[in-house]
């Protein structure tokens, strides 16, 4: 801060998050606080739409404004054809649209959140049940980047610490990235293949039966089923030795 005002910003060197790393984003933040044609109070349009013919009103004047047409439409088409639409700040602040939403009396609350953050978390929520943070500083014997450049965040700092404490790293990647100069194995896979490899590596992991059973008896769902689909020698089941894609091996 200089004379009250914010001049740069940095991170925390004791977050256990980023240890002070801070991304792009975070450090241009100051120029769009800052910018000139940024709103900083409510606007009224008074000519006709895209003639960019604006008046400035009060924030209780917009207030007003909103409400009285919120209500005009819940009272006309039911508060069910309003839809709320807000950003994924990952926090405290994604609630507050949610709970006005149901105060209004809508479900229908969207955000990019589905092709962005969502996926990981319900994915992880799903295979561990949390959204788990990487234990860097344990540290692991091994490292797997997959399909992830790493490049503008504060994993990419943590993964190279631990990296040149010994640990192994493997990136799985078409693209050449600042991570795969420094890794012990890179697999620069065909745009798309994913999958298969995927599917390979859990049917190594079987057949060579190289995974914890303790824990698959007690948490996994499924697992069964898959170990039969993947249990096959040239295209037939072992089970019935027939082909997979007939009724009685589904």
């Known amino acids: 801060m200089e004379d009250g005002k914010p001049v740069e910003i940095e991170g925390h060197p004791e ?9 792009e984003k975070a450090i241009s933040s100051l120029e769009y606080l800052f910018h000139p044609e940024r709103l900083r109070f409510p606007l009224k349009r008074t000519g006709n739409r895209g003639k960019g013919d604006w008046k400035r009103i009060t924030w209780n004047e917009a207030l007003e404004i909103i409400a009285e047409r919120l209500n005009s439409i819940k009272e006309g088409s039911g508060a069910e054809s309003v839809v709320f ?4 700040a990952k926090g405290l ?5 949610r709970r006005f939403a149901n105060a209004y009396g809508s479900p229908n609350v969207a955000s ?40 503008k965040i504060a994993e990419f700092h943590k993964t190279l610490e631990a990296v040149n404490k010994g640990v192994r790293l ?5 693209r050449k990235t600042e991570l ?3 890794t012990d194995l890179w ?3 065909r745009p798309s293949s994913d999958l298969a490899l995927a599917l390979g590596m859990i049917h190594v992991i079987i057949k060579e039966d190289i995974y914890e059973k303790s824990f698959v008896k007690e948490w996994a769902v499924g697992f ?27």
């Open 85 to 88: 639409i807000h950003g994924a």
């Open 15 to 23: 977050s256990p998050v980023n240890r002070g790393v801070v991304c």
């Open 112 to 151: 990019m959140g589905h092709v962005c953050f969502l996926p990981r978390k319900f994915g992880s929520t799903t295979t561990f049940g949390y959204y788990p943070n990487a234990d860097f500083d344990y540290p692991p014997q091994c490292i797997v980047v997959w399909g992830s450049n790493k490049a």
């Open 170 to 174: 493997i990136v799985i990647d078409p």
């Open 180 to 182: 795969s100069q420094r």
């Open 187 to 189: 697999v620069q896979l």
């Open 93 to 97: 602040q994604d609630t507050y649209l």
């Open 224 to 250: 069964e089923a898959r170990k039969r689909a993947l249990s096959y020698s040239n295209g037939l089941c072992s089970g019935c030795k027939s082909p997979f894609n007939i009724p009685q091996c589904q």
